[in-house]
Structure formats: C-alpha cells, structure tokens
C-alpha cells in the first residue's frame, strides 16, 4: 500500500485537523495554541521526542528502526494572519476575530502531522531520523532564522517544504528548478523637513513633497536601472506626512517593500534606494534616513533535490501531476534561510478546486480556502520524500 494510499484513507481525520486549526488562528509569535495542539497530537501519535523553541515553535524527532545516520527535514509554517474571514457561512471559520489562515498554513500543519502518522507507522523500513519542524512566525520573516540559530538544521542533509497554490488545480504540484520566490526587504524611509505656513513655502522645508518625489522616483530603479527581463519590484504602500492643511510638513515616513531574484539585484537595488532617498531630500533642502528589515532571501531551488521531489511526484501521482515551468511569484518565504544552510526543495502544491470560488482567490484573501484533497496529498509526498531519503534510494 503506497503513502498516499494510506493519507487518502485518513483524509477525514486531516480536514478535521485542518478545520480545528483553521477556527483558532494565531499570529506570528502568539501560536501558542497552536502549538499545544501540535504536541496533544504528536503525543497521541506516539511521537514522544518533541520540545517548543523560542515560545511557539515546535520541533519533532522521528527515528527509523533500521540502522542509519542521515537526517532528512520536513518543514511547515503554523502562523495565520491579521485579516478578518470575510465569508462567515464557513462552518469552519475563523472563531478569532480578527485573524484567519488566509495562507494555507492550517492545511501545511495537518499535512505534516498526517505525515508524522505515516512515518511512525513505517519505521521498521528506514533508519536515521526524520525531523519535523513546525515554524512560527514565518509571515514576519522571523521563525526560520530563530530555529536555525537554536540548532534544527544540525545534521540534517536535506529539507523538503511546501505552500498552497491557488493558481494550481489540485492534483498539479510545482517544482521548478532555480528561483521560484522573491528575496522581500522591508525599508522605512524617514524624511526630515522644516514647518512652516504653506503660504511661504520657501521658508521650510517640504517633508511631504520630499516623499512624494521618492514614491515616484523609485520606480524609476526598475524601468531605468535593472534588466527589463529580470524582475524587480519596488512597492510603498504606507505614506504618512504633516499634522494640518495649511502647514509645511516638517516630517515625513514612508514604509514599502523590495522583491528580487538574485542576491546581485537585491543587493544593487537597495543601495540605490539609499542613495536614491538621500539625495532626492538633499535636492529639497532636507534629509532622508532609511532602516531595511531582511525579511527572507529568494528560494532557489537546486537541480539535485529537485529531481528527486520530481520523481517522488511522478511516482505517486503520476506524470502529469508535476509541473515545472510554474511562473516565479514575488512573494516571500524564509523556507530561503533553510537552503542557505541545507540543500532543500520548495514545492508548490495545487489547492484550487474550480468548481469552487473560493479556493482560487490569491493567498493573504479574506476568502482564501483550498481544496482540502491536497492535503493527504502532501502528507505523502512528506512520508515519501523522507523514507527515500533515509533509504538511499534517490541515489542513481
């Protein structure tokens, strides 16, 4: 009997735990619930080998009965979001006003922990150990980097994780070779001007219009000075400048975002951004200070790894089910920092259900659902990926 075989044959019991979690969402730091309710299970289980990091991380141990020494990780994000569910007919819907999984994270939880049910079920048929990590706070681009500094990736010789993909069927699962999801920085820009009544302009210093020429200005860093076939964004979406109508804004701050492929355009990118908002300040008679937040670099996925998630995907569900020309997307996942570390593959799996709305809304909706067949679906490849793994039969 195949893994996913055996996921299918749970799948009552993985869109129950998908529902649970998606009723009690948590934020990045606050999984605390979470959390609890991953160990309650991986107790039932029979997981015994568990502890908490930094709060509301989860990591897990699973060992293999036969001999061997190889470590293979199994990654999940757990953290929702601050978004209100808009569609309240859910049975299942968010209990936490305010909050909601709008990412898939409820589904990638379960998924891991049906996989955890798997492995334990087949441990006499591999050794080593399978290491499940149930990341915290990966949508602030924070849970990664905690966990790597407290030693999850010590050993460990592969990882292997995934995300929702509503742009994709179910059924479809996306490994592409080489980058596949955005570096994000976060810039605040601070600009300093002079008050002064608007009807004697020259006599301050214009912190609003200083910021409404680097909000212009910016994107002209990527229609002038990067490659028009490398992508590139550059996005503000906070501004917020002056007290009344009839003065001289005297402060402004302006909050927005960089996307990019490749460590050599991201490094480029903002440092012209730097210079960009100093010397547009200086033009004006002001200043500009800039504070960046390294959120996540870009996930790129290794030829290596790849194949061997590719074959995993054939075997189990076919040849058409794997897709690897999936377009590159611009949002963020700190999955990178993992792969900086560890050779690791990062798939996309297909939740949209056409037949259904909903599940083909992009991720971060306040409609967002999946089409919850995907989930024994990556139970399986998790349980899959890591017996070959450990088993060596990957190897050619």
Same mark, same amino acid.
């Given at each position: 009997?195949?893994?996913?075989?055996?996921?299918?044959?749970?799948?009552?019991?993985?869109?129950?735990?998908?529902?649970?979690?998606?009723?009690?969402?948590?934020?990045?730091?606050?999984?605390?619930?979470?959390?609890?309710?991953?160990?309650?299970?991986?107790?039932?289980?029979?997981?015994?080998?568990?502890?908490?990091?930094?709060?509301?991380?989860?990591?897990?141990?699973?060992?293999?009965? &036969?001999? %061997?020494? $190889? #470590?293979?990780?199994?990654? /999940?994000?757990? !953290?929702?979001?601050?978004?209100?569910?808009?569609? @309240?007919?859910?049975?299942?819907?968010?209990?936490?006003?305010?909050?909601?999984?709008?990412?898939?994270?409820?589904?990638?939880?379960?998924?891991?922990?049906?996989?955890?049910?798997?492995?334990?079920?087949?441990?006499?048929?591999?050794?080593?150990?399978?290491?499940?990590?149930?990341?915290?706070?990966?949508?602030?681009?924070?849970?990664?980097?905690?966990?790597?500094?407290?030693?999850?990736?010590?050993?460990?010789?592969?990882?292997?994780?995934?995300?929702?993909?509503?742009?994709?069927?179910?059924? &479809?699962? %996306?490994? $592409? #070779?080489?980058?596949?999801? /955005?570096?994000? !920085?976060?810039?605040?820009?601070?600009?300093?001007? @002079?008050?002064?009544?608007?009807?004697?302009?020259?006599?301050?210093?214009?912190?609003?219009?200083?910021?409404?020429?680097?909000?212009?200005?910016?994107?002209?860093?990527?229609?002038?000075?990067?490659?028009?076939?490398?992508?590139?964004?550059?996005?503000?979406?906070?501004?917020?400048?002056?007290?009344?109508?009839?003065?001289?804004?005297?402060?402004?701050?302006?909050?927005?975002?960089?996307?990019?492929?490749?460590?050599?355009?991201?490094?480029?990118?903002?440092?012209?951004?730097?210079?960009?908002? &100093?010397?547009?300040?200086?033009?004006?008679?002001?200043? /500009?200070?800039?504070?960046?937040?390294?959120?996540?670099?870009?996930?790129?996925?290794?030829?290596?790894?790849?194949?061997?998630?590719?074959?995993?995907?054939?075997?189990?569900?076919?040849?058409?089910?794997?897709?690897?020309?999936?377009?590159?997307?611009?949002?963020?996942?700190?999955?990178?920092?993992?792969?900086?570390?560890?050779?690791?593959?990062?798939?996309?799996?297909?939740?949209?259900?056409?037949?259904?709305?909903?599940?083909?809304?992009?991720?971060?909706?306040?409609?967002?659902?999946?089409?919850?067949?995907?989930?024994?679906?990556?139970?399986?490849?998790?349980?899959?990926?890591?017996?070959?793994?450990?088993?060596?039969?990957?190897?050619?």
């Amino acid at each position: 009997m195949s893994f996913y075989n055996e996921a299918q044959a749970m799948a009552g019991y993985l869109t129950d735990l998908r529902r649970e979690f998606h009723r009690h969402p948590c934020i990045s730091r606050e999984e605390f619930w979470t959390a609890e309710r991953i160990e309650r299970e991986l107790d039932a289980i029979g997981v015994t080998e568990h502890r908490r990091v930094d709060g509301s991380a989860v990591v897990a141990s699973i060992f293999g009965e &036969k001999e %061997g020494g $190889r #470590v293979m990780a199994l990654r /999940a994000d757990i !953290d929702a979001l601050a978004i209100r569910e808009a569609d @309240e007919t859910r049975e299942y819907r968010s209990r936490e006003e305010g909050k909601m999984h709008a990412c898939g994270h409820d589904a990638h939880t379960s998924a891991l922990i049906g996989a955890a049910r798997l492995l334990m079920a087949h441990r006499s048929e591999f050794g080593g150990e399978v290491r499940l990590i149930f990341e915290h706070a990966e949508e602030m681009g924070y849970g990664a980097r905690v966990l790597i500094r407290e030693g999850v990736l010590d050993g460990v010789g592969r990882i292997f994780g995934v995300h929702m993909a509503p742009d994709m069927v179910c059924g &479809k699962v %996306g490994v $592409r #070779v080489g980058p596949n999801v /955005a570096s994000v !920085d976060h810039f605040t820009v601070k600009v300093h001007g @002079e008050a002064a009544h608007v009807s004697v302009p020259h006599q301050g210093v214009d912190a609003l219009y200083i910021a409404s020429q680097i909000v212009v200005a910016l994107q002209a860093l990527v229609t002038r000075r990067s490659s028009p076939v490398e992508p590139l964004v550059i996005g503000v979406g906070k501004l917020h400048a002056g007290s009344s109508y009839n003065i001289v804004a005297p402060y402004a701050e302006l909050e927005g975002t960089t996307r990019a492929f490749t460590p050599e355009r991201r490094e480029t990118t903002n440092a012209e951004i730097d210079k960009l908002c &100093k010397g547009i300040a200086e033009i004006y008679g002001g200043s /500009a200070e800039i504070e960046w937040e390294d959120f996540g670099s870009s996930i790129i996925n290794p030829e290596g790894p790849c194949a061997e998630a590719g074959e995993v995907v054939t075997d189990l569900f076919g040849s058409d089910a794997l897709v690897t020309d999936r377009p590159i997307c611009c949002i963020g996942d700190d999955f990178s920092e993992y792969q900086l570390k560890v050779p690791g593959v990062y798939a996309f799996v297909g939740s949209c259900d056409p037949t259904r709305p909903d599940t083909g809304v992009p991720l971060h909706n306040d409609r967002f659902d999946i089409d919850e067949r995907v989930i024994p679906m990556v139970a399986a490849m998790h349980a899959e990926y890591a017996v070959r793994y450990l088993t060596g039969k990957l190897e050619k």
